[in-house]
Structures are given as C-alpha cells and as structure tokens.
C-alpha cells in the first residue's frame, strides 16, 4: 500500500472583538482569531497538510484571501472540500497529528470536541485524530498572547 505525507503551519493574529473558532468550535475566550475566513487555525493547518500531501499547493491558492466568496466562510466547508480533492484523488486519511500553541485559553476541556468534529467532517474513526495544546511558556508573539499558531500532520494511504 502506498503512503504519503503532508505538514502544516499557519498563524493567525489575535484580537478583541473577534470570535475564537478552533477545531470547527467557538471557543469561548476574551480574543478572537483574525483572518479572512472564519480563521480556525487548526482547520486551516489540516488542510495544508492534506493538500502538501498531494502537492496541490495550499490553503491560499485554493480559497484565495482576495476571493469575497470566502469572507467570513466557515472553515469546515473548506477542510470538507479539501478532503474531497484527496479522496477524489484515491487516497484517504490514516492519520492525523496537530499541535496548537496558545497560552490561553486553556484548550483541554474542548479538545475531545474537537476530535470529534474533525473525525466526523473526514468521516474517520476518532483514534485517528490527535490534537495536543501546548502554550510558548511565554515566549514570542504566543506567549504575549498576539496570535496562535498550529501544526499538522498527516498521514494518507492510497485506496485500494
């Protein structure tokens, strides 16, 4: 069976009077992330990684940030829409490995949900899904609490 595998990284700015989407929920929390979409950080880092795993480019050449279709869209609609490519390409998800980096909110009581949400939008079984919270123990613009940052990887076999 063949295997690849795909990164990726996005930032987003954080502000007061935004909504905080994470992992397809609103996290409740003073600050929001800022972005041309709904700017969930980690729905936007899994569609990198599945589309690096193909080389299909990114999330910006697909739902461009100057396209008024995608203002304020919901990024479940696109991590659904990315998946499709994959599965229409004759692969499907093995797994999936992301980190959030944050100082707050704490992301522990949210992160079950989250699993769940992205398991259900790919169709996969939730053991397939790890997400991990880590803060910058204060370091840089994380730990300032100016943005958030995530990380994903994932693993893709070909369909038989």
Known sequence: MAFRIGYGYDVHQLAEGEEFWLGGLKVPHTHGAVGHSDA????HVICDALLGSLALRDIGFHFPDTDPQYKGVDSKKLLQHTYDLVTEAGWKL?????????????LSPHIDAMRQCIAGLLGVELNQISIKATTTEKLGFVGLEEGVSAHAVVLIEQIP
Request: hydrophobic content about 35%; some cysteine; overall charge negative.
């Open 40 to 43: 969930d950080v980690l729905l």
């Open 94 to 106: 093995g797994n999936l490995d992301c980190t959030v980096c944050l100082e707050r909110p704490k």
